[in-house]
């Protein structure tokens, strides 16, 4: 498509308004660039028509300096980013430029972020089959209640400050190390120091080199933060295009949709009655459904997902449920007990706990400690009017059990090592149902809970029992 020039007629916030003559028009999500008074270059995306010769753009930079009667120019193109191997090890921006200070990226081809009819979605062939291939976390918690299976998608839950960031670390560091594959993070709208610290701990872990890191963080405009989304996603499809499965990280899904709620905001378009954008669950859909596998290969995604005031119910946050494979839900009063991860099993679920899927041992252990773990929750209320003596002998057994098993669950991280000073652990899936089992079975009675504390498996507390 030819170029073609326009004049800036509109400026507010991370929307422009710009005038081109009529049937010069430019497409929808087409790249517009326009200088500001200080000489930068201010990138521009076609998302509305507004008139035969008026179109509504968001900036992917921010837009000072941008002002009315600015010269702009449509290059024809939508946003690209480099189809090259040298992306390995590399940390990207929206606009599919690095921002490591490694030195620019050299490429014959570059692909759009979006889909277009040029480069579809792809076909979705996956035959129903009771094996599923799963990739072990080592994470005890997540292996027993929230399995993770090569192609499906799992998200992390919790409100601010409960341990999605570093939970999702400790998933990367455990299965990258072990499984054949190349990792892709999605940094959207979070703190520059987080996406700082996760940079450095893919240095000192040596993961860099087969992951791709694409970031558009908070301090980025509502624009770049909604479309990196797009950005990291269509380089897992790149990677899975040429026969590779791909670890698909995004952190945080939420601020995806609450970037879009801003420009939607701009936009001027009229609100749902919860607040949020009226294309809500359309956004949500079209960016999940790009998480397929087919028959090249495999895209695993594990989301983070921020809950605003811990409310599971907020319209983001069941916009983003409908879409998941598996949900693991944290929980605030398991971190003012010093629980960590943080994960609460009674309000985590996962389609695959299925004993024609996982088995009938894992599934029945599953039952088994969420049933203590749910008569525990009932004895916790009369126990804190009552006390624990009041308890007959059978409740007291149950709610000790409990206990351990909360407390068995728990494990240091190797990603949480310069924080608690507690070397890591890796608990084979095996170890934990096996541990699972001995506590339910009333084998591991006579030990204090205490015992069961940050730990990984139970053979080092076998001896105590003799």
């Known amino acids: 498509m030819a170029e073609s020039m326009g004049k800036v007629i509109g400026v507010q916030g991370s929307v422009v308004d710009a005038r081109f003559e009529k049937g010069d028009l430019p497409m929808l999500y087409e790249v517009i660039l326009v200088k500001s008074s200080d000489n930068r270059e201010v990138v521009l995306e076609v998302v509305e028509h507004r008139d035969p010769d008026i179109c509504r753009c968001i900036a992917m930079n921010p837009t000072h300096g941008v002002r009315r009667g600015s010269d702009c120019r449509a290059t024809g193109k939508p946003l690209t980013f480099p189809a090259t191997d040298a992306i390995y090890g590399r ?58 299976a090569k192609g499906s998608k799992t998200g992390i839950l919790g409100g601010a400050g409960l341990g999605k960031t570093i939970l999702i670390l400790e998933i990367i560091h455990n299965i990258i190390a072990r499984y054949q594959g190349t990792c892709v993070f999605a940094g959207v709208g979070e703190r520059v120091r987080e996406g700082n610290e996760l940079y450095h701990e893919f240095v000192r872990t040596g993961l860099l080199d087969r992951s791709i890191l694409v970031f558009g963080q908070m301090n980025e405009s509502s624009g770049a933060r909604f479309e990196v989304a797009q950005t990291g996603i269509a380089v897992a499809e790149y990677v899975q295009n040429k026969g590779q499965d791909v670890l698909f990280f995004m952190d945080n899904v939420f601020r995806f949709a609450q970037a879009g709620s801003e420009l939607s905001a701009m936009l001027g378009r009229i609100p749902s009655e919860t607040g949020y954008q009226p294309t809500l669950m359309a956004e949500v859909g079209e960016f999940h459904e790009r998480i397929t596998s087919t028959s090249s290969g495999s895209i695993t995604a594990v989301e983070a997902i921020y809950v605003p005031s811990d409310d599971l119910t907020d319209p983001a946050v069941v916009a983003i449920f409908s879409h998941l494979n598996s949900s693991t839900v944290l929980s605030r009063a398991y971190v003012q007990r010093g629980l960590y991860p943080a994960v609460d099993p009674l309000q985590t679920a996962s389609t695959f706990i299925d004993p024609l899927v996982v088995g009938k041992r894992h599934f029945e252990i599953v039952q088994k400690v969420m049933q203590y773990l749910q008569k525990y929750q009932d004895l916790l209320r009369i126990v804190s009017i009552i006390g624990k003596e009041e308890l007959s002998r059978e409740e007291k057994i149950v709610f000790e059990r409990a206990r351990k098993l909360q407390n068995f669950l728990t494990q240091p991280f190797f990603t949480g090592e310069v ?44 001896g105590e029992l003799k």
């Open 419 to 462: 924080y608690s000073g507690i070397k890591g652990v890796f608990v084979p899936l095996e170890e934990t149902i096996a541990g699972c089992e001995r506590i339910v079975s009333g084998r591991m009675d006579k030990l204090a809970e205490e015992k069961f504390y940050m730990i990984g498996g139970l053979g080092g507390l076998e």
């Open 91 to 148: 940390v990207l921006n929206v606009l599919g430029k690095p921002i490591d200070l490694k030195g620019d990226l050299v490429s014959d081809a570059y692909l759009p972020i979006r889909k277009t009819t040029a480069r579809p979605a792809a076909l979705y062939e996956h035959e129903v089959t009771n094996k599923m291939d799963f990739l072990e976390t080592g994470i005890k918690v997540i292996d027993l209640f929230a399995p993770l």
